[in-house]
T-cell receptor, first 108, second 112 residues
């Protein structure tokens, strides 16, 4: 079993829908990252959080340390949000452990 | 601001050839990392560096070597390329071990 599990693996939505991507982890962490990988392949950091909630535009990330769970929400989704969303946790030192990613497709 | 720059973007190697993937960052970050991304798998850490002159192995270091002679550059060397090294390689950097990571655009390598 992977230390970081994401669900769903694939998600298709209609433009305007509210989207939730989940991340569960089984180890103690110091921080959790949400990353976005576009079809061109580049990876961009969206959030880094260790407690509570962060918001940036239409994106919201939450984390529950006790339940070892994080969610990434996208409000009013748009086709340009189509990408792979990756959860990664920082365990010991500077190392990150990555989930397999969630492929999101938003149709117009 | 260029951020993290990787070259080349694409490369095809024959089995047994060697090559160096270049990575440079202009943010004066201490930490640099090399990851590989295989289809359906999460990124795996190959090597990392916490500063010039210091490198350490990650999860999947076999078949690779790195050096960190300057703060800016962190090249990844493949010796005797094998089909199992076909992958997409990402270089990343961060100011410290617990800060946001910045990624390069990736290098798609095929070994035939």
């Amino acid at each position: 079993k992977n230390e970081v599990e994401q669900s769903p693996q694939n998600l298709t939505a209609q433009e305007g829908e509210f989207i939730t991507i989940n991340c569960s982890y089984s180890v103690g962490i110091s921080a959790l990252h949400w990353l976005q990988q576009h079809p061109g392949g580049g990876i961009v950091s969206l959030f880094m959080l260790s407690s509570g909630k962060k918001k940036h535009g239409r994106l919201i990330a939450t984390i529950n340390i006790q339940e070892k769970h994080s969610s990434l929400h996208i409000t009013a989704s748009h086709p340009r949000d189509s990408a792979v969303y990756i959860c990664a946790v920082r365990t010991s030192g500077s190392r990150l452990t990555f989930g397999e990613g969630t492929q999101l497709t938003v149709n117009p | 601001n260029a951020g993290v720059t990787q070259t080349p973007k694409f490369r095809i190697l024959k089995i047994g050839q060697s090559m160096t993937l270049q990575c440079t960052q202009d943010m004066n970050h201490n930490y640099m990392y090399w990851y590989r991304q295989d289809p359906g798998m999460g990124l795996k850490l190959i090597y990392y560096s916490v500063g010039a002159g210091i490198t350490d192995k990650g999860e999947v270091p076999n078949g690779y070597n790195v050096s960190r002679s300057t703060t800016e550059d962190f090249p990844l060397r493949l010796e005797l390329a094998a089909p199992s090294q076909t992958s997409v390689y990402f270089c990343a950097s961060s100011l410290a071990g617990n800060t946001e990571a910045f990624f390069g655009q990736g290098t798609r390598l095929t070994v035939v």
